[in-house]
């Protein structure tokens, strides 16, 4: 069985780790003061790209990249810490927030140090109360403790750190509908680009980032970076001539619910299978895996046929589906995906911000015809069409077969792909909501289409055998080109 | 302007404490109308909920227009623009919850407290008679390890069962 790797983790529940003597015990800011005695500012940033360091919030985009992007010409510049975690299925950031507050702060030091940012805003979820006054008291304790504010540890170096509450949007997780909401708008999305790392918050340069992904930061200095690339799978990207190493490195917190015996936050390195991750979690509570979300509720659905997949951010990608944010969600034999996926649409009904017509019209429509399906009015037609072949008689002619039409399924096809386009990945919206609304919806009805169809057909719900329930591998329209991506110490 | 369109019957003011607080947050931001959410949220706090006064008084303190902050206040689902009942109970009933059964926790609520869901446009649909509860649906609380889960206030309660909510209905003071 595979291991745990506490890394993040690791001293979580150490009694009173939320108070600086104790965190301090536990090289609390001790790989702070490495990096402010040992290494340039621009040095921390070469360690960051050559560690692989992905964003650990959804997109899985190259932190070390991200920051390369930022002018270093405009004053001033500013860090955000996206703590406004309410991706369903997510919650590794709240133990963080509430249990080991420190090690963000740590993280958020070094980002600063990195960058040259003066003032970070951690914009925590509404719902965090614990988190937010965990947070601010280890704030307060960092500044009488001389590891905030102005000039720290007589460096000359400047930091501050506002911690700002959401208001339970869940848009406002978006990087630039957080950045509108820290303005004190509406949480609306602004279109991209210029990207926040040009233009972000107050219209000047800023780093977005995650609660998990600052938190990386202190061990990728303390510990090296060849220490932090020996975790986890590098691929080969062979798009390119000589193949570019493509880099997953690092643990993940990966966060597992739903019908699993042990749910919970499981910190091990990237790049197990999905079907080793139920095996951690204490097993699958019921008989068989019937689907699994990978990657929080927008994250296209997977089948039982797919548990071999790996979960990290290439080769979930390649699997068209996503790691996203790492919450996993396990559905057992007993669960009805119609009824699941309604669940989910009146999710992103609700949450949708209302900037861009394609969604605020059409997540709502998403959601009625899956509520219509669900109960049990489906539209559907059948239809005569000509079919030339032996009739009951005998003879060569027309054998009046019938043929079935689910009309609202579709329909939720081309609702969906009309927000945003599944196959092309394009969409019609501002931000990736439009995306995230249609992957689940296309999803689930094409890899569990007969479970649908039942629906439609019998008017009422009806929870099918997980075999007869998924659609095989083997038919391409519901699981589009999917690619097992090679190590790369597996090329020649 | 404003008061023509508003009717204001009792101006609101923050006291003492708060109004500290406010002069503390206004330094964090470059920009007044930064601290939006935060003052908003400190007025709910006082107040019960965003009343024209509140919004009236936020958009002098913040130097926007009275329909900026209200602009904000109906585009955040935590706050509220109706009174709401001493408790405010939020149950999840996002995906992980629904997985483990948050429709039989809501069901005894509902019995329970005889009242129905709040809907955003309408809280007192989900407020009991005497004024002590607000029931409402929220989504996702980020605590789908420890499903069903409510919030009461501002405290987590994880784990729910019917039994887990009659012990905890009944040890909330009046």
């Known amino acids: 069985m595979v291991q745990e790797k506490r890394i993040l983790y690791e001293h979580l529940n150490v009694p009173d780790i939320n108070t600086f003597d104790v965190y301090r015990q536990y090289d609390g800011y001790a790989r702070f003061e490495k990096a402010l005695a040992e290494y340039q500012p621009d040095d921390i940033a070469k360690m960051v790209m050559d560690s692989g360091l992905k964003g650990r919030g959804g997109a899985g985009f190259s932190t070390g ?146 609660v998990e992904t600052l938190c990386n930061l202190p061990f990728i200095v303390g510990n090296g970076v060849e220490w932090y690339t020996e975790m986890g799978p590098t691929y080969a990207d062979t798009r390119e001539d000589p193949p570019k190493p493509d880099p997953n490195t690092g643990t993940k917190l990966y966060c597992i619910s739903g019908d699993v015996n042990e749910p919970g936050v499981y910190e091990l390195e990237l790049g197990l299978t999905c079907t080793e991750l139920i095996e951690v979690a204490g097993g699958l509570r019921g008989e068989e895996v019937k689907a699994v979300i990978p990657g929080g509720s927008s994250a296209p659905i997977l089948t039982h046929y797919e548990l071999d997949t790996r979960l990290d951010f290439t080769s979930l990608t390649l699997a068209k589906s996503m790691l996203g944010s790492g919450g996993i969600i396990v559905m057992n034999e007993t ?51 000509p079919k030339f072949g032996v009739t009951e008689s005998g003879r060569w002619g027309d054998t009046g077969e019938t043929e079935e039409i689910y009309e609202d399924l579709d329909l939720l096809e081309e609702v969906a792909n009309n927000i945003a386009n599944v196959d092309t990945m394009t969409w019609n919206t501002i931000c990736v909501f439009g995306i995230a609304v249609s992957w689940p919806a296309v999803s689930y009805m094409r890899k569990f289409r007969p479970e649908f169809e039942a629906a439609i057909r019998e008017g009422k719900l009806v929870t099918l055998p997980v075999a007869e329930a998924t659609v095989p591998p083997e038919e391409n329209y519901a699981y589009q080109q999917r690619f097992i991506p090679k190590e790369f110490s597996e090329l020649e | 302007m404003a008061d023509e369109i508003i009717q204001i019957e009792t101006p609101f003011q923050f006291n003492e404490e708060n109004r500290r607080e406010f002069d503390e947050l206004i330094g964090r931001y470059p920009i007044k109308e930064a601290a939006m959410l935060p003052t908003l949220h400190l007025a709910q706090r006082q107040e019960g909920y965003i ?79 005497d004024g002590k509860f607000t029931l409402m649906k929220v989504e996702c609380l980020a605590s789908c390890d420890v499903a069903p889960v409510i919030m009461v206030n501002d405290d987590l309660y994880k784990n729910l069962t019917p039994e887990k909510i009659d012990e905890l209905l009944e040890q909330l003071p009046n």
Not at chain 1, 358 to 363: A, H, I, K, N, Q
């Open chain 1, 335 to 385: 669960r009805n995906i119609v009824d699941c996926l309604l669940n989910i649409m009146k999710f992103y009904a609700h949450e949708s911000c209302g900037q861009c017509t394609p969604c605020r019209w059409g997540t709502p429509w998403v959601r009625d015809i899956v509520q219509r399906i669900a109960d049990g009015e489906g539209r559907k037609t059948t239809i005569t069409r």
């Open chain 1, 65 to 210: 990249l991200k920051w390369s992007f930022v002018p270093k010409d405009i004053e001033p510049r500013y860090l955000c810490c996206n703590a406004d975690e309410s991706e369903p299925g997510t919650f590794s950031n709240r133990y963080v927030l509430e249990k080991n507050p420190h090690l963000l702060i740590e993280g958020i030091l070094i980002c600063c140090y990195a960058m040259g940012i003066e003032t970070t805003y951690v914009y925590i979820r509404g719902e965090f109360t614990l988190g937010k006054q965990m947070l601010d008291a280890a704030i307060k304790e960092a500044y009488e403790q001389g590891y905030l504010g102005e000039n720290i540890r007589d460096t000359g170096l400047n930091v501050n750190i506002y911690t700002h509450p959401g208001a339970g949007a869940y848009i406002c997780g978006e990087e630039t509908g957080l950045i509108e909401s820290l303005e004190g708008k509406r949480g609306q999305p602004r279109n991209k680009p210029p990207f926040p790392a040009v233009e972000g918050v107050f219209m000047k340069p800023t780093v977005v980032q995650n």
């Open chain 2, 51 to 129: 009343t024209p006064a509140v919004m009236k008084h936020v958009a002098e303190l913040l130097e926007v227009t009275v329909m900026k902050v209200k602009d904000v206040v109906t585009f955040y689902p935590m706050f509220f623009e109706e009174p709401v009942g001493k408790y405010v109970i939020r149950i999840c009933h996002t995906l992980p919850c629904a997985l483990r059964d948050c429709k039989v926790v809501l069901d005894h609520l509902k019995a329970k407290l005889g009242t129905d869901v709040a809907s955003e446009t309408n809280l007192a649909k989900g407020t009991t008679d």
